[in-house]
């Protein structure tokens, strides 16, 4: 049973950065990619940046595009996230995925607060 653990959430202010990175545990752990989603108070969860597993193909939610990067390292199960450029609006819980046959299997989530 895969387990995803996110680690980096925290506050900062406008303009900061934060890396935000989740382990995958369990064996054996297969993916065909991983990614963060993210769900502010009030609205639905939406899809931030995404990986391919296999040849480390980025994707990216059009919001996030040249402020947001996202990595992966094979050799420990891990994903990261670098933001930069935070503002308010990416106040949210950010939940760690990894995909496998179309189906998303998700973390319990790390807060991430953006002060103005």
């Known amino acids: 049973q895969v387990q995803l653990m996110e680690f980096g959430g925290g506050l900062v202010q406008t303009g900061g950065s934060l890396t935000l990175s989740c382990e995958a545990s369990?064996?054996?752990?297969?993916?065909?990619?991983m990614g963060w989603f993210r769900q502010a108070p009030g609205k639905e969860r939406e899809f931030v940046a995404a990986?391919?597993?296999?040849?480390?193909?980025?994707e990216y939610a059009d919001f996030v595009k040249g402020r947001f990067t996202i990595s992966r390292e094979r050799a420990k199960n891990t994903v990261n996230l670098q933001m930069y450029m935070l503002n308010p609006e990416d106040t949210a819980l950010y939940y760690c995925?990894?995909?496998?046959?179309?189906?998303?299997?998700w973390g319990q989530g790390t807060q991430v607060t953006v002060s103005s």
């Open positions: 990986i391919r597993w296999a040849n480390g193909s980025p």
């Open positions: 995925a990894t995909n496998l046959r179309g189906r998303w299997k």
């Open positions: 369990g064996y054996p752990f297969i993916s065909d990619a």
